[in-house]
């Protein structure tokens, strides 16, 4: 009897599981094939969107790409290190995608090895060397492989600039910087911000002697205050990094770990909240992408890796057939900074935001909170705008005069920005500048 | 062993029930997961199609599902022989770490000749994981400290101690981010996407535990203490040998777990500063031992199970545009609709001892 009842419920089991098998069966057959399209694929790294930075960049590219040249954007976030490969593979694998940008350099690795597996496919890589990996591994660099880099230490220069003449003005001794792992790409950030302040100081010396107190009357190489945490996702390591920095004295900490501006960004809140301020002195200074209206009134500018950029003019390319020969004649590596040109177009990447960058990324914050649900924005658009005009309004125009100057010189290339990438410049650089 | 086909029989319906249980789990899984899919507006039907097609559905695909699963299975045996034994020994985790970090120091550190790198590598790891699991093992026999209290304090030392050698001692110079990569004397052959021959040695470990556990006389101790610690001690088995060989054995597979990350997975061969490419494989090995009724073998199939969950989602992502966050919380419903079945009995066990 109960090897009957088992039987029973055996045959009933089956037959449904046979049932459901034909009737999904069925329904996906009955799907309507795909229509092919221009693809492109843009593979993040661990963390994906609403970082506000990085990641949020090279999604916003991806967007703009969609829309101005009727591409479609498909997206892949790695939730592990190990979903590098396969993600690429499988954006490579797919017969529409004809731009598979990988987002970081820690996907250098996996770049290197996914682009010699389809060699008819593009990939872009930002902030990557996976060409210099390329040529370890395979001799040669790849044909189908660009890696977009950037000329954050010209930026960055910008930004110690405006960082020291701030300081000189308010009577501050130090500025601060809080770095992410110690990598060569920081390097460029460190020593750009170093000289840039340092430029600072002979242009005060020149122009405006009365400003030469504050951070002038630091020897030259204590001025900035500077540390590595050793991580680009612990916002805590951000917090404790820059509250020393504060109450040493340092008029602004320049963010270059990404997400840890937020930690930097509690450490000032907390002192505007302590001494009742409603803008900077204390301020901070965003990085990547435009952080000015994280809290408007202390952010005195960001210093803006236009990512989008790179995913966008990277799509273009591929558009215009030029991929492979830009690649070519640029060595696999593609840099965008000020003044970069590429075959004879201007192809920035670098700049220190500007009030008019404001309103692009009050979008991006404006999509976030849709996405998330979630308050993204300190305030509403318009105080924002606000609150920003009228703190860059609050500082002395001589000091963006200076660093417009800077910038100017920088284009033409009066002046030459040092570029740190390896361990002996580093090293010499920081011998004169701390 | 003498074949007899009632033995046969018998044995089919001893796992015939638990089997349909596990079954019943996985369609109540895939609904509640289909349910949330509805619920945001993606195609249930397509998804699951894609996360089943991507993870199972070509041979290189079906590697790199195998490539996520090698892991998981023998932070599996970790816990599985731990709960046999009586314990609740999550420390896999932290003996995984210590394993990883063993393989970069003889992968990546010293060069050795081709023949036996890949052997001493592997050896040295899982020798470091069983080191691990000592201290625990250790302070519950002499001081009857309870292993969940150590273990995870012990996976939290491992975690920064492996953390700063990873920095300050094996990092590769000129880039912070990770150690130095395995030298290439060091490295698994690769079958095909990222999955490579230790995945052999994986399934080899898991086979050695189940011959241990169910066709020797400690394994035999070993799994009556854990059942029923009283009869055991009245047949005058000490508990001391079993407890002791259990924290070695799951400290053995932690161990290899970590190495087969370092030595067995391209293309990085190394450890990210952030113990990014090991960090929760110990914690997951709970979860996969769990729906492998904490089985050796039941965990070699829950491994790659949960390793064709980890790697489909991308499609599903990928196909039918389900974020991936949303991926990552069907994965978790489908684990713990799995893991009841096993749980429950654990659970109430729990209880009546508590009761008592």
Known sequence: MEERAITKAAAISIAIIVIVVVGIGAYILTRPPAKPKFKIAVVSDIGGRGDLSFNDMAYKGGDEAERDFGVKMVELISKVEADYVPNLRTAAADPDVQLIVGVGFLLSDALATVAKEFPDKNFAGIDTYAQSLAVEKYGAPLPNLMDIVFEEHKGSALVGALGGLLAAYYDKPYIGGVFGIEIPVLWKFEIGYKWGCDWAMSWIENNKPDMKKGIYNTPRNKRVLWTYTGTFSDITKGYEAAKPMYAQGAVAVYNIAGPLGLGINQAVAEIAEAQGLTKGPPFWIGVDANQDWINPGFVIASMMKRVDKGVYYATKLVLDNKFRSIAASEGGVLTLGIGTKVAGELMEGISMSQLKDLDEFIEMGVTAEKLTGKKVLPATPEEIRAKVEDMRKSQPSWIWDAVAELEAKIRSGEVQVPCATTQELVNQWRAILG | ?356
């Open chain 2, 1 to 356: 062993m003498i074949f007899k086909a009632e033995k046969m029989v018998e044995n089919l319906k001893a796992i015939s029930v638990p089997l349909s249980r596990s079954g019943l789990a996985v369609v109540v899984g895939l609904l509640i997961g289909a349910l949330l899919m509805l619920i945001y507006g993606y195609d249930p039907i397509m998804g699951y199609y894609w996360l089943f097609k991507g993870a199972f559905g070509s041979v290189s695909e079906f590697m790199e599902t195998l490539a996520f699963a090698t892991p998981l299975m023998l932070t599996a045996i970790t816990f599985a022989v731990g709960v046999k034994a009586g314990l609740f020994n999550i420390g896999a985790e932290g003996q995984m770490y210590m394993g990883a970090i063993g393989a970069v120091a003889i992968g990546g550190a010293i060069a050795l000749p081709a023949g036996i790198h890949v052997a001493a590598a592997t050896a040295f790891a899982m020798l470091l994981g069983a080191l691990w699991a000592l201290p625990a093992a250790l302070l519950k026999l002499w001081r009857g400290v309870h292993e969940v209290i150590s273990t995870i304090m012990l996976n939290w030392i491992s975690f920064w101690l492996v953390t700063y050698l990873a920095i300050y001692h094996l990092a590769e110079p000129g880039r912070a981010e990770r150690t130095v990569p395995a030298l290439p004397t060091a490295r698994y052959p690769v079958l095909g996407a990222t999955l490579t021959a230790v995945i052999f040695v994986s399934i080899g470990l898991c086979i050695v535990v189940y011959i241990l556990l169910w066709r020797t006389k400690l394994g035999y101790e070993l799994r009556l203490v854990g059942t029923n610690p009283e009869a055991a001690r009245y047949a005058g088995i000490s508990s001391w040998k079993p407890v002791l060989t259990s924290f070695i054995i799951g400290g053995i597979a932690a161990g290899l777990a970590g190495a087969s990350q370092i030595i067995g997975r391209p293309p990085a061969w190394s450890l990210y500063a952030t113990l990014g490419n090991v960090a929760t494989l110990g914690f997951d090995g709970i979860g996969i031992a769990l729906i492998g009724r904490n089985h050796p073998i039941g965990g070699i199939f829950a491994a790659i199970f949960y390793g064709g969950l980890l790697h489909g989602g991308r499609f599903m992502e990928y196909h039918v545009g389900v974020c991936s966050e949303l991926v990552r919380a069907i994965n978790g419903i489908i684990i713990i609709t799995l893991a009841i079945p096993e749980l429950l009995p654990i659970i109430r066990k729990f209880l009546k001892r508590g009761v008592k």
